[in-house]
């Protein structure tokens, strides 16, 4: 697997999974109906370093983006997102782009990087705690889970 810097021209490639997973409503708090414009104008923002996770085929099966997730002072601070094709799941993927944006993280001065909005049932909690993440609270209900109801929404932090 190739992981590096998305292009202008990838986006097309990003948007089949971000939508199908968007749109699902289990895992972010992003309007399940945003329009293919407003994603890429979220996704590919000019603040965000993205990447994409190709395979041995070059076909895209995952991005991943990081930010400064304060400003000013606390702009040391990272936030990142990631986005790995559903039919690739368990294949470790996600991993490989967590462990990619930790290290470009670091390499570019964040001293840690923070979740705002994890929701709680994402089976990727139990990734981010393995790679050193920890809870710090959680906003109880704070999320309309499809299939679960209301659900909390935790905030998780890790020092780099």
Request: proline share 6%; aromatic share 12%.
């Amino acid at each position: 697997m190739l992981i590096r810097e998305a292009e202008a021209d990838d986006w097309p490639r990003i948007w089949p999974f971000w939508h199908r997973i968007v749109a699902a409503g289990e895992t972010y708090a992003w309007d399940p109906d945003t329009t293919e414009e407003a994603a890429r104008a979220l996704w590919m923002a000019p603040v965000k370093r993205v990447y994409v996770a190709e395979d041995d085929s070059g076909a895209v099966v995952g991005s991943a983006y990081v930010m400064p997730n304060y400003g000013g002072p606390a702009a040391r601070i990272a936030n990142a997102g990631f986005m790995v094709d559903p039919d690739r799941a368990g294949e470790g993927i996600g991993r490989a782009l967590a462990e990619h944006v930790l290290a470009v993280a670091k390499a570019a001065g964040y001293r840690g990087m923070v979740f705002n909005a994890v929701v709680e049932t994402n089976p990727a909690v139990t990734l981010w705690t393995s790679l050193g993440f920890t809870i710090l609270g959680t906003v109880p209900g704070a999320y309309e889970h499809p299939r679960f109801g209301r659900v909390g929404l935790h905030i998780m932090y890790r020092a780099l």
